[in-house]
């Protein structure tokens, strides 16, 4: 069955950089996503990659695609106390529509 | 835009009680979705709407669990009878599919059935 796979929890000291890992299901996903959940709000849209991209690069935010090893990756560089939250990798289910398959989220920790 | 609105914030009840969660998403969107959270499952997506029209409810747990969506501007999610185990935080999102889909989160209700 589809599911994506994140590791729980993540713990940095602030200035090194954090990468959180993800597993996907489905091969045939157009775009891989990455959300951020700050404590007691909802997920927002953090960055994005097409799937006929191997890495993307936005300001402190890196992310690398291995699709044949269907693993994606969030890199954070000189990641910052304010980085601390919940990030969630998401891939795009099969059916009609564009429904998302999220992962469990990983909880980063940053350290002063 | 005032982004995807929920309502209320927060919810406690007792056990039997029906329970009515609120939406209204971000003018324009055509789609609607609807998550549960919990610390044990993660974020689960219950039920989708494409133009108010249910496309995917296979999330939803159980009968006691049922959504409308009677225009563009508005769903509902109700529970009937709520349990102990109903207890989560329910999210709702909206979005259009574009160039790469994004969903925009409301803030969500945190739901406590005593």
């Known amino acids: 069955g589809e599911d994506v796979e994140q590791s729980l929890f993540l713990s940095v000291r602030e200035g090194d950089s954090s990468v959180i890992n993800c597993t996907y299901t489905d091969s045939s996903s157009t775009y891989l996503y990455w959300y951020k959940q700050e404590p007691g709000a909802g997920l927002q849209l953090l960055t994005y990659?097409?799937?006929?991209?191997d890495m993307k690069q936005d300001q402190r935010l890196t992310v690398l695609l291995n699709k044949k090893d269907k693993h994606l990756s969030l890199r954070i560089a000189d990641t910052q106390t304010g980085d601390s939250a919940i990030y969630f990798c998401?891939?795009?289910?099969?059916?009609?529509?564009?429904?998302?398959?999220f992962g469990k989220g990983t909880r980063l920790l940053v350290k002063p | 835009d005032a982004g995807v609105i929920q309502s209320p914030r927060h919810e406690v009840t007792e056990m039997g009680q029906e329970v009515t969660l609120r939406c209204k998403p971000i003018?324009?969107?055509?789609?609607l979705f609807w998550y549960r959270q919990t610390m044990m499952r993660g974020l689960e997506l219950l039920i989708y709407?494409?133009?108010?029209?249910?496309?995917?409810d296979s999330g939803m747990p159980e009968d006691r669990f049922s959504a409308k969506m009677p225009n563009a501007s508005f769903s509902t999610l109700k529970i009937q009878p709520s349990e102990p185990r109903d207890s989560a935080v329910y999210f709702c999102a909206s979005g259009t599919s574009g160039s790469y889909n994004e969903q925009f989160f409301g803030p969500g209700t945190r739901l406590t059935v005593l």
């Open positions: 998401a891939e795009m289910g099969g059916g009609q529509g564009f429904s998302f398959i």
């Open positions: 990659i097409f799937s006929n991209m």
């Open positions: 709407f494409n133009n108010n029209v249910p496309i995917d």
């Open positions: 003018s324009g969107h055509n789609s």
